[in-house]
């Protein structure tokens, strides 16, 4: 008889391993099957995010900001440095070890909560009375029987049509993060997240790069003022980035590749350089799940169906993260896998939409969470402003860098934040407060009259709340 259990989570990334720990604290009995292999053969678990995402992305952007402030910046504090050498090598090998302890942990965390770990690909077999069949793929193949199931498979980088990654000169993010040597000329197609991340890293690093984005306004989904200050401080330090092109042919030799594009107003051009990185989006993975095999309804785009709590077009049937709707966020992943496993348990999981942060790593960090301007200016929303420069914050000035700022957005009769907006040093962490505050459903008032450390980043914060209130008391 085959292996049961009470939940069986299929893809071990922020998704499914959370779910499987969460589901395992509730008392149920958990397996997880997750088929990333690590150089060796071995399981690695951790998804696309440890993988090849978030954690090996920002060793390598901290790497990289390391050597360019060594290069750069260190000098205006009085620091000389002679001979400052790179070893690629190194880095790649120090981002792999960050990888690998992310990987170990997740093992570890697994035997702490009694969760049976299986590595290879899970697929449907078919629905039983004892739930759903999942046959294992792996070294060895076996079928276990889960009377609940989450599916959390991720998703893949999208290729463009007719030009497939070779992970040599045509990148996905996964070659992205492992190219031996800095190229002397790098293009990416797309300037997303990914897009302006990996540029940042091998920019830093010497390469002359260049971004070609298919939209005529940068960064579309961030907020206008945001998006034009991040641009303003990409194009400072020379990451080129061509906006509303279209992109044509691309070949690849042994030289590198070279991209025929229109620029925006039209005219032909063409780009020789030794790497190129697609960074257009991901799709949705559903390969090899058998979704076929019991008719798990999936979209257009090649997602699984949910509704707003994860239920699939099944039975006991959940899916979460990338392979669903929604933003492609390891956090909104593991939100999702928390309230999966704490609705299986007949709690009431709760994921809120609107108050799910965004990040990205770059230098200036860009961060936001609710609201943006021009969503609220097309929803007809009466809503008040407020902005604070990191130019007037002292720990700003201290650090040594000044560029941005934050930005307040309040509804303009209650003064409850609707959404705020930042683009600065470590932002990334100070995005926190503003997406405490929304859940609470804090006024601007709020954080306006709430103590804030002297010096630090922060007091930008509060002064930009302060600023809805037109009171700022250092601008
Ligand atoms: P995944 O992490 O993709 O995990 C899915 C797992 O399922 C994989 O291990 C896969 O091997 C396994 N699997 C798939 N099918 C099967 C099967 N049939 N059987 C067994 N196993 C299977 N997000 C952030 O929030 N912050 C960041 O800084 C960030 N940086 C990123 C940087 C890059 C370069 C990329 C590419 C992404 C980044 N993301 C970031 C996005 C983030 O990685 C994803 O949103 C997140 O990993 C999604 O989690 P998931 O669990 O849904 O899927
Ligand atoms: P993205 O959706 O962020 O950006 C893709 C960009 O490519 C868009 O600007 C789009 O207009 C452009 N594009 C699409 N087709 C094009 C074409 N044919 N020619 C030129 N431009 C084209 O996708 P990206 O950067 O690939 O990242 C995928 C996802 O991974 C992100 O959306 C995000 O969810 C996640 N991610 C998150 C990170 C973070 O949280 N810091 C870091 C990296 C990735």
Redesign the pocket.
């Known amino acids: 008889m085959s292996k049961q259990f009470d939940v069986v989570v ?9 779910a499987a720990i969460r589901a395992a604290q509730l008392g149920f009995n958990v397996a997880c ?4 292999k690590n150089a060796k053969g071995g399981p ?15 060793a390598l952007l901290q790497s990289s900001e390391h050597y360019e402030h060594a290069g750069h910046a260190f000098a205006d504090h009085g620091i000389k440095i002679e001979g400052l050498g790179l070893d690629v090598a190194k880095m790649l090998a120090r981002k792999d070890n960050v990888v690998k302890q992310n990987n170990d942990g997740i093992v570890y965390l697994f035997k702490k909560n009694k969760v049976a770990f299986f590595h ?4 449907f077999v078919k629905a039983s009375d004892a739930g759903y069949e999942i046959k ?1 793929s792996g070294e060895a193949e076996e079928t276990i029987t889960g009377k609940q199931i989450i ?7 999208r290729a463009l049509p007719g030009t497939p990654f070779d992970e040599e000169n045509i990148l ?3 070659g ?2 492992r190219i031996g040597a800095v190229p002397k000329k790098l293009a990416l197609i797309g300037s997303g ?2 897009g302006l ?2 540029g940042s890293v091998w920019r830093r690093l010497g390469a002359e790069v260049t971004v070609l984005e298919a939209l005529p306004t940068f960064l579309g989904a961030v907020d206008e003022q945001i998006a034009k200050e991040a641009l303003k401080a990409f194009t400072k330090q020379k990451l080129k980035i061509e906006l509303g092109v279209k992109v044509g042919e691309i070949k690849s030799g042994k030289k590198g590749v070279s991209i025929a594009y229109t620029d925006a107003k039209g005219g032909a051009q063409s780009l020789e350089v030794d790497k190129l990185i697609v ?1 257009i989006g ?1 799709v949705p ?6 979704a076929e095999a019991v008719d798990l309804k999936l979209d257009e785009r090649g997602a699984i169906v949910v509704d707003e709590e994860c239920r699939t077009s099944l039975p006991n049937v959940w899916a ?5 709707r929604g ?8 939100e ?2 928390v309230a999966v496993a704490e609705r299986i348990a007949g709690q009431h999981g709760h994921v809120n939409f609107n108050t799910i942060p ?2 990205i ?1 770059t230098s200036p960090e860009i961060a936001w969470v609710g609201q943006t301007e021009q969503q609220l200016k097309a929803s007809g929303r009466a809503y008040k402003a407020g902005t604070f420069p990191f130019l007037a914050n002292g720990r700003a000035r201290a650090l040594g860098d000044t560029t941005g700022m934050v930005k307040f957005l309040a509804d303009a009769a209650t003064d409850e934040i609707l959404g705020v907006h930042m683009v600065g040093p470590m932002v990334s962490e100070l995005i926190s407060e503003a997406v405490v505050a929304m859940e609470f459903k804090a006024s601007a008032e709020d954080i306006a009259r709430i103590c804030h450390a002297h010096p630090s980043l922060s007091e930008a914060t509060k002064e930009a709340a302060l600023a809805v209130d037109k009171r700022t008391l250092n601008f």
């Not at 290879?120 to 697929?123: D, E, V, Y």
């Not at 599916?151 to 980088?157: D, K, Q």
């Not at 979460?320 to 669903?324: F, K, N, P, T």
């Not at 933003?327 to 593991?334: N, Q, T, V, Y």
Request: charged share 15%.
């Open positions: 299929i893809g071990g990334g922020p998704g499914g391993y959370i099957i997750d088929e990333w690695a678990l951790g998804g696309t995010c440890t993988n090849i995402g978030c954690i090996p992305s920002k290879g690909r899970g697929s294992v599916v959390a498979t991720g998703s893949n980088a996905s993010n996964d992205a993060l997240v990914i991340e990996m960074s991901r993975n559903t390969i090899g799940l058998g979460i993260g990338d392979v669903v933003p492609m966020l390891a956090h909104k992943a593991e999702e896998g965004w990040v790593y």
